[in-house]
């Protein structure tokens, strides 16, 4: 079992940053890819930025929209997964989700476990 707790979410002003934390607890946490997904007002939920179970890879992936604003990065020492969010956008507004697998996927259904979400709203 992986138990995940997301923090950092908050209202800021399109040009803004902030940065959502995801708490990991669990024996084998360290082990699994870890991602955010975001879910908007009447959307579905959509992937956002994941990094690989592989601590020696480092491998990262990012949806187009958020691809040089959005900065994914893991303390396993910490199971601490950070998602550092700058010039955010209106459009960025949604519950972001922490989520954990044992593979590297964009795919949801391939995501395990889940956190609770944190809101963040982008003001324009």
């Known amino acids: 079992q992986v138990q995940l707790v997301e923090s950092g979410g908050g209202l800021v002003q399109a040009g803004g940053s902030l940065r959502l934390s995801c708490a990991a607890s669990g024996r084998t946490a360290s082990n699994y890819a870890m991602a955010w997904f975001r879910q908007a007002p009447g959307k579905e939920r959509e992937f956002v930025a994941g990094i690989s179970w592989n601590r020696n890879s480092g491998n990262t992936w990012y949806t187009d929209s958020v691809k040089g604003r959005f900065t994914i990065s893991r303390d396993n020492a910490k199971n601490t997964v950070y998602l550092q969010m700058d010039s955010l956008k209106p459009e960025d507004t949604a519950v972001y989700y922490c989520?954990?697998?044992?593979?590297?996927?964009?795919?949801?259904?391939?995501?395990?476990?889940w956190g609770q979400g944190t809101q963040v709203t982008v003001s324009s």
């Open positions: 989520a954990a697998s044992r593979y590297d996927s964009r795919g949801q259904s391939a995501y395990d476990y």
